[in-house]
T-cell receptor, first 116, second 115 residues
Framework: AQSVSQHNHHVILSEAASLELGCNYS??????LFWYVQYPGQHLQLLLK??????LVKGIKGFEAEFIKSKFSFNLRKPSVQWSDTAEYFC??????????????FGRGTQLTVWP | EPEVTQTPSHQVTQMGQEVILRCVPI?????FYWYRQILGQKVEFLVS????????KSEIFDDQFSVERPDGSNFTLKIRSTKLEDSAMYFC?????????????FGPGTRLLVL
């Protein structure tokens, strides 16, 4: 089974600081990778996803993530965070090509707090 | 934009009681999921459902759990006899297609507290 690690549990930044949240996965084959975000009181929503091609993926709200196969990583980045980015961020991986239905394995989540 | 909805947003119940959590997936979606998140832990897959059948279930999804699509819009999760450890946030999700590349659209969750 897949496993996903997010090593930063709580990140606190000031506005305009740069952000990088780590995500590592265990499966060594071809992977698909997702970052979801949950703003306070709202549902999980897709931030960005990687399937193939350019390993640098751009998502909504200025976020991007880079897939580095050799490091089994898919780190999320934003050059300049805003107060409105305060949320919980989840990295997720589906169970793999053997699965016809995309059961997702989630990381533990990283709570980002941005101070104005 | 269409959204997945869930009711209730919060539910408090006594241990041993039955609870039913309700979800309305996006209307043209065909694949449905339940996940849960115990406080401080990972979001965990419970079950996936397609064509009125369970497609996959995790080890968490034991005989106390069941899912149903009673009509064309609702998708429910029933816990027959709740335990303290069932206290968690329960998320419903849906997708249009069933492949691993599909984006899952999540509802806002139901926070279940078992006393």
């Amino acid at each position: 089974a897949q496993s996903v690690s997010q090593h930063n549990h709580h990140v606190i930044l000031s506005e305009a600081a740069s952000l990088e949240l780590g995500c590592n996965y265990s499966y060594g084959g071809t992977v698909n990778l997702f970052w979801y975000v949950q703003y306070p009181g709202q549902h999980l929503q897709l931030l960005l996803k990687y399937f193939s091609g350019d390993p640098l993926v751009k998502g909504i709200k200025g976020f991007e993530a880079e897939f580095i196969k050799s490091k089994f990583s898919f780190n999320l980045r934003k050059p300049s965070v805003q107060w409105s980015d305060t949320a919980e961020y989840f990295c997720a991986v589906p169970s793999g090509r053997g699965s016809t239905l995309g059961r997702l394995y989630f990381g533990r989540g990283t709570q980002l707090t941005v101070w104005p | 934009e269409p959204e997945v909805t869930q009711t209730p947003s919060h539910q408090v119940t006594q241990m041993g009681q039955e609870v039913i959590l309700r979800c309305v997936p996006i209307s043209n979606h065909l694949y449905f999921y339940w996940y849960r998140q115990i406080l401080g832990q990972k979001v965990e897959f419970l079950v996936s459902f397609y064509n009125n059948e369970i497609s996959e279930k995790s080890e968490i999804f034991d005989d106390q759990f069941s899912v149903e699509r009673p009509d064309g819009s609702n998708f429910t999760l029933k816990i027959r006899s709740t335990k303290l450890e069932d206290s968690a946030m329960y998320f419903c999700a849906s997708t249009l297609g069933g492949g691993y590349q599909e984006t899952q659209y999540f509802g806002p969750g139901t926070r279940l507290l078992v006393l």
